[in-house]
């Protein structure tokens, strides 16, 4: 079946500009994770959907990182006012509940300029 | 979260088997203890994982001593595909993962 896919692939923008990053899980999954991995570094956790639950934001760096689910499938992460160090690969996982096993998709490398 | 310390690289020829190991002394009696992988220029992917008993499955064996203070991933056949990042992470039933640097595992021919 489909595994995660995630949307664009790559992307580049300028500073200060505002992005958008898409993630479609794997159908039927309810938990989704959003995860950022910078250059020769380990994977940071960011956010994390479960259900029709609040979502843990407490991983976001700053105000200017949001994300939405919209109807429990499809999220949207949102960087405002891009920063070089926003520069990475944003990775999306999903499960079929919390605590289940994550499905990556391939990412999104993010470059600010 | 509880961290897990693994060497930062390990080698290894092909077709022989793999011991990667992880300490997690801080673990609590709910974590569980995953594996993932990570190919080049890929997401993660998920190896094994297990609570208290040895498991197995069609891509390793993972070893968890008796007082779950360490843990082992076995390779049983090392192939070149299984050159990649080896990250050891403890989940909790709220499913968060935190991941380390993990193990950069180098597979010779």
């Known amino acids: 079946g489909a595994g995660v896919s995630q949307s664009p692939s790559n992307k580049v923008t300028e500073k200060g500009k505002d992005v958008e990053l898409r993630c479609d899980p794997i159908?039927?999954?309810?938990?989704l994770y959003w995860y950022r991995q910078s250059l020769g570094q380990g994977l940071e956790f960011l956010i994390y959907?479960?259900?029709?639950?609040?979502?843990?934001k407490s991983g976001l760096p700053s105000d200017r990182f949001s994300a939405e689910r919209t109807g429990g499938s499809v999220s949207t992460l949102t960087i405002q006012r891009t920063q070089q160090e926003d520069s990475a690969v944003y990775l999306c996982?999903?499960?079929?509940?919390?605590?289940?096993?994550?499905?990556f998709g391939p990412g999104t490398r993010l470059l600010v300029l | 979260d509880a961290k897990t310390t693994q060497p930062n690289s390990m080698e290894s020829n092909e077709e022989e088997p793999v011991h990667l190991p992880c300490n997690h002394s801080?673990?609590?009696?709910?974590?569980?203890i995953h594996w993932y992988r990570q190919l080049p220029s890929q997401g993660p992917e998920y190896v094994i994982h297990?609570?208290?008993s040895n498991v197995n499955n069609r891509m390793a064996s993972l070893a968890i001593a008796e007082d779950r203070k360490s843990s082992t991933l076995i390779l049983h056949r090392a192939t070149l595909r299984d050159a990649a990042v080896y990250y050891c992470?403890?989940?909790?039933?709220?499913?968060?993962?935190?991941f380390g640097q993990g193990t950069i595992l180098t597979v010779h021919p």
């Open positions: 992470i403890l989940g909790t039933s709220y499913g968060k993962l935190t």
């Open positions: 996982a999903s499960s079929l509940d919390r605590a289940e096993t994550q499905y």
């Open positions: 297990g609570l208290t």
């Open positions: 159908s039927g999954h309810t938990a």
């Open positions: 801080t673990i609590s009696g709910t974590d569980y």
């Open positions: 959907f479960q259900g029709n639950s609040a979502p843990d």
